[in-house]
């Protein structure tokens, strides 16, 4: 497997837990929007440790951005990922995935499941193809959610928020159900992508087909 020593050019937290890093692009490196890599820390202890993490910059930007979910808890490369600083150097890997856009549909999202839909959306933006595309963004609070901000600019009403953990006037609350993705979903025959944990995931997979949606319509990956 091929590795490739790059540096971080920033490193900031864009929520209480999510940090946005954005490294130096190996030549000739490509993906496609909604893949990934493994990535390990260049330091002594966390050369081995990779972790797999999606690209949410551009495949046509010049330098890689990776959105990340930290957990201090685990002691793990995420929480390793808290003390780094720019010029500190990560190792990625070969690019894999198995999300890839197949046309217009709803996009279902549990925390950082939605950073594969991250990229897909800042790529359907630049082509001005965003169409009836929706996201469905599950979270516990209100301030767990991911770049809220720039999903409302570029989604608009279809920026669609749930809150398991927090009563606001402004989202509802509650887990994703059939009765919700009933009220969201105007059209069962498009395309479906879920990503998640993976409890999250087969549920909202059974909602679905108990909806009526064709399982080869929907797209999954496990985070
Ligand atoms: C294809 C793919 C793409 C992904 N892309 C992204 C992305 O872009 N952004 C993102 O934020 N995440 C993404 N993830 C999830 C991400 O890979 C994990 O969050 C990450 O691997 C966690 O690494 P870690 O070393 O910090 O913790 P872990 O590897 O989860 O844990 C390290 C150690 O901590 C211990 N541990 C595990 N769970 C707990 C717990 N609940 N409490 C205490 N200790 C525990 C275990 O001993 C474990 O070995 C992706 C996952 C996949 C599969």
Same mark, same amino acid.
């Given at each position: 497997?091929?590795?490739?020593? /790059?540096?971080?050019?920033?490193?900031? &937290?864009?929520? &209480?837990?999510?940090?946005?890093?954005?490294?130096?692009?190996?030549?000739?490196?490509?993906?496609?929007?909604? $893949?990934?890599t493994?990535?390990?820390?260049?330091k002594?202890?966390?050369? #081995?440790?990779?972790r797999?993490?999606?690209?949410?910059?551009?495949?046509?930007?010049?330098?890689l951005?990776?959105?990340?979910?930290?957990?201090?808890? &685990?002691?793990? /490369?995420?929480?390793?990922?808290?003390h780094?600083?720019?010029g500190?150097?990560?190792?990625l +890997?070969?690019v894999?995935g198995?999300?890839?856009?197949?046309?217009?549909?709803?996009?279902?999202?549990?925390?950082?499941?939605?950073?594969?839909?991250?990229?897909?959306?800042?790529?359907? $933006?630049?082509?001005?193809?965003t169409?009836?595309?929706?996201?469905?963004?599950?979270n516990?609070?209100?301030? #767990?959610?991911?770049?809220?901000l720039?999903?409302?600019?570029? @989604?608009? !009403?279809?920026f669609?928020?749930?809150?398991?953990g !927090?009563?606001t006037?402004k989202y509802?609350?509650?887990q994703?159900?059939?009765?919700? @993705?009933?009220? +969201?979903?105007d059209?069962?025959? $498009?395309?479906?992508?879920?990503?998640?944990p993976?409890p999250?995931m087969e549920?909202?997979?059974?909602?679905?087909?108990?909806?009526?949606?064709?399982?080869?319509?929907?797209?999954?990956?496990?985070?």
């Open positions: 497997m091929k590795q490739y020593l /790059v540096k971080i050019k920033s490193i900031k &937290h864009i929520t &209480h837990d999510v940090l946005q890093i954005v490294t130096e692009k190996p030549l000739k490196y490509s993906f496609n929007p909604g $893949q990934a493994e990535i390990a820390i260049n002594n202890g966390w050369k #081995d440790e990779k797999p993490f999606s690209f949410t910059s551009l495949p046509e930007n010049d330098d951005e990776f959105t990340i979910k930290t957990y201090p808890t &685990h002691k793990g /490369v995420t929480n390793e990922l808290l780094l600083e720019n500190d150097e990560l190792i +890997h070969d894999f198995a999300i890839a856009y197949k046309g217009d549909g709803v996009f279902i999202a549990g925390g950082a499941g939605v950073t594969p839909f991250i990229c897909i959306f800042r790529y359907l $933006q630049s082509m001005n193809e169409g009836d595309n929706k996201l469905i963004f599950a516990k609070t209100k301030k #767990d959610i991911i770049l809220a720039e999903f409302k600019e570029i @989604l608009g !009403e279809n669609i928020n749930i809150l398991s !927090e009563i006037d509802p609350n509650g994703i159900d059939e009765n919700f @993705l009933k009220v +969201h979903i059209d069962l025959g $498009q395309q479906f992508y879920i990503c998640g993976p999250m549920a909202i997979q059974k909602q679905l087909v108990r909806l009526g949606v064709n399982k080869e319509n929907i797209t999954v990956e496990e985070m």
